[in-house]
């Protein structure tokens, strides 16, 4: 058996313990929501220690950044969280446009908000239906499913794309929304309230759902400040930040929304929280599309699809075609140089990008900062004495997506 | 020779009864989920459960190298061998029973226990660790809510003075409602959960729950040795349907008698309940082991003891 001399535990080790059962919960496990692994080391049926093994699905996106211009990774964020992928756009788009430092127009703007929060009801609702299914209440997962395809057959009306959407360009968005997808999409919004009642129906009365999530996982806010949460798993805990609201990117200074907060930051909790902001996000979508201005969707400085890694080379001063004699230089100086940190609030937390720029086309280091992965290691304290059926609900009530956790 | 073709028959029908109750389960938990169910094969996918059982037969019995092989072959038999040898004792109708014996309860209860057994050497034999959870979950879970189970069951007992299940039927029928449920309702309430436990279906899954350990007892199982299991927890369904019928539904007796089929009213009570199972499994959450055990002991096993009591003082006085 695993010994327990790796570091000292926090449950206290009685004798007769030193055999503790050992499971590895992955990673091809069907509650772990896809390749995470779990090293369990369990007395009976409780967890004694939780050991977070991440890293089955990493694909090396931060080196691959390093050799591929900004435009070209945008594609590979649709990966990241491919659950809500337009929210990975418009995450990256706005931290590279705050490096390369292009204003956006406005209706750009407006239509990023309106793509994020759409995205973050995909992501609410994959979670929920998951979340529900690990509990056990299988009908939910379904009826979200539901929900969640009409959504995405907007995402395909917008992109051409129902999840890997890479819908954002730099500077702006690829192209202009279409009348009939904003009539779509208003007939959802005005829906989906109704919608989200049914689900509450379906599991929020339910002596049984109550039970599983009530007292469970219990975060208290200093912790879950110590433990890098973000997003509505820190909300849940009672502390108010919200990157919509304390560093606000492209519209969301411009709609009224208001940020829901829990108390005891148990499981259900963060179920709750996440059910309110599914109904912030109906409400914003609303606004943005009553605000939705006329005007270009790309700003005039965005660089060219095919983005240059520098200027052409340009003729050397004092040479002249009348001498026959050209000397060419190049001109690397065309991006700025330094680094940038920009965050914007995923449906899973907040989703940083952070870019080393020595000035050439391409990043010299990028790092992305990603919730789920924070989230995870988070796990191992919020396990600790917990039972094995308590696990899976705070797997899913945590909102881990291993896409983004291992990028 | 009768007595071989009859057990040919009942044999025969259950097992059909077994792959067309999977067919209903898939089509009322798919329209209450939105969705359609089977479709594909044959007509409105009435195949679908043919196919599926050709699929388990010819898939490859994969043995983990590190079981212990006797148990793991005797398991599923186990449990197959005594969720079948409950239909027995089943009156379907009035005189339709293979064996009419004076203990036909018991006989039941003993089955079911039984059944248990092979739940748990399937959990060990497979030495792989969510099936020994899945096995352990089991045999709590069972021990705790026989109990339960058997407790609600005096009342009815009582009332009708026997062990014998036609007897029980009859009994009923002379009495005041015509079924037990209604002055049992304490009785029949705790026999229903109890039942669902009994038989490991929602919300009471937990030895098989799919997001915790897998698939719990029968992880390592496959093909033919997964469908025996799947064959016997329908059969167990069915089993406890049957009883919840005869103790409190009034058996085989309706309002009026159907012609040329005295078993109509027992099956439709029966799939009345199978309609039951599968509802509480499109609608509920799963327990948690420690609120099963809870539930078990701190409520369900007081109520069955209030109720006997209750029936005892009944009897006595009136």
């Known amino acids: 058996m695993m010994g327990t001399e790796f570091r000292n535990l926090a449950v206290p080790v009685r004798d007769g313990e030193s055999e503790l059962f050992t499971v590895q919960m992955g990673p091809q496990h069907p509650a772990t929501h896809g390749v995470l692994k779990l090293n369990l080391w369990m007395d009976g049926e409780t967890v004694v220690r939780c050991d977070p093994d991440a890293g089955y699905l990493h694909r090396g996106f931060e080196k691959i950044a390093e050799n591929k211009t900004y435009a070209q990774f945008l594609p590979l964020t649709d990966r990241l969280d491919y659950i809500s992928a337009m929210a990975n756009n418009v995450g990256y788009c706005v931290a590279v446009e705050a490096l390369l430092r292009i204003e956006v127009p406005l209706r750009a703007q407006y239509i990023r908000t309106m793509v994020a929060e759409m995205a973050r009801i995909t992501g609410h609702l994959l979670w929920l239906a998951t979340h529900a299914l690990d509990i056990g209440a299988m009908t939910v997962f379904l009826y979200c499913f539901r929900e969640r395809g009409l959504l995405l057959d907007l995402f395909e009306e917008l992109s051409g794309a129902r999840l890997t959407t890479t819908y954002t360009r730099i500077g702006g968005v690829r192209q202009d929304v279409t009348a009939r997808a904003m009539e779509k999409l208003a007939r959802f919004v005005e829906e989906f309230p109704s919608r989200i009642a049914e689900y509450e129906t379906l599991i929020d009365t339910n002596r049984i759902w109550l039970k599983r999530t009530k007292g469970i996982g219990c975060v208290s806010a200093e912790q879950a400040v110590q433990l890098g949460f973000t997003g509505p798993s820190l909300r849940a805990s009672g502390v108010d930040y919200d990157v919509r609201k304390h560093r606000p990117y492209c519209a969301y200074d411009k709609v009224q929304f208001e940020v829901p907060i829990g108390v005891n930051g148990d499981v259900y909790d963060r179920y709750r929280c996440r059910m309110e902001e599914l109904r912030q996000s109906a409400l914003i979508i609303r606004q943005c599309l009553e605000q939705l201005p006329p005007g270009a969707i790309v700003a005039d400085n965005a660089p060219d699809l095919v983005m240059p890694l520098a200027r052409p080379r340009q003729p050397m001063a004092g040479s002249s075609l009348a001498t026959g004699y050209i000397e060419l230089v190049p001109n690397n100086d065309v991006y700025p140089e330094g680094d940038v940190y920009v965050s914007i609030e995923g449906s899973k937390g907040e989703l940083g990008f952070y870019f080393v720029s020595d000035g050439g086309g391409r990043p010299y280091r990028m790092h992305i900062r990603s919730p789920s992965y924070i989230h995870i290691g988070g796990l191992a304290t919020v396990c600790e004495g917990v039972l094995v059926a308590d696990v899976i609900a705070i797997i899913g009530s945590l909102d881990v997506v291993l896409g983004e956790c291992d990028r | ?318």
Not at chain 2, 62 to 89: E, H, K, Q, S, W
Not at chain 2, 192 to 214: G, H, I, K, W
Not at chain 2, 242 to 260: E, K, R, Y
Not at chain 2, 264 to 283: C, P
């Open chain 2, 1 to 318: 020779m009768a007595l071989v073709v009859h057990m040919l028959i009942l044999v025969g029908v259950v097992l059909l009864h077994v792959a067309y109750a999977t067919y209903f389960e898939r089509k009322v938990i798919g329209h209450m989920q939105v969705r359609m169910g089977p479709t594909r094969v044959g007509p409105l996918g009435l195949l679908q459960p043919i196919a599926d059982g050709i699929k388990l037969f010819f898939k490859e019995d994969v043995i983990p190298g590190c079981a212990d092989r006797t148990l793991f072959y005797a398991a599923p038999i186990i449990c197959l061998v005594a969720a079948m040898a409950n239909l027995a004792v089943l009156p379907f109708a009035s005189g339709l029973v293979l064996a009419k014996i004076n203990i036909g309860l018991l006989f039941v209860f003993a089955m079911s226990s039984l059944a248990s057994y092979g739940v748990v050497l399937a959990g060990w034999a497979s030495n792989s660790k969510f099936s020994f959870l899945g096995g352990l979950r089991s045999m709590s879970q069972v021990i705790s809510y026989e109990i339960a189970l058997g407790l609600s069951l005096v009342g009815v007992m009582m009332m009708a003075g026997s062990l014998d299940l036609s007897e029980i039927v009859a009994a009923q029928q002379q009495s005041r409602f015509g079924i037990y449920a209604i002055p049992q309702f304490l009785g029949f309430f705790v026999f229903v959960v109890a039942m669902l436990a009994e038989t490991n279906r929602a919300p009471f899954d937990l030895p098989e729950a799919e997001s915790e350990l897998v698939a719990g007892y029968f992880t390592e199982y496959s093909g033919i040795r997964f469908s025996l299991f799947f064959m016997a927890e329908y059969i167990g369904m069915l089993v406890m349907a049957s009883i919840a019928t005869i103790c409190f539904l009034g058996g085989w007796s309706g309002p009026f008698a159907v012609p040329h089929v005295p078993f109509f009213w027992f099956a439709a009570k029966i799939y009345g309940i199978m309609f039951f199972y599968f509802w509480l499994r499109a609608t509920l959450p799963r327990y948690r082991y420690d609120q099963l055990m809870s539930l078990g002991w701190k409520v369900l096993i007081p109520l069955a003891l209030l109720n006997i009591v209750v029936t005892g003082f009944v009897k006595t006085i009136f």
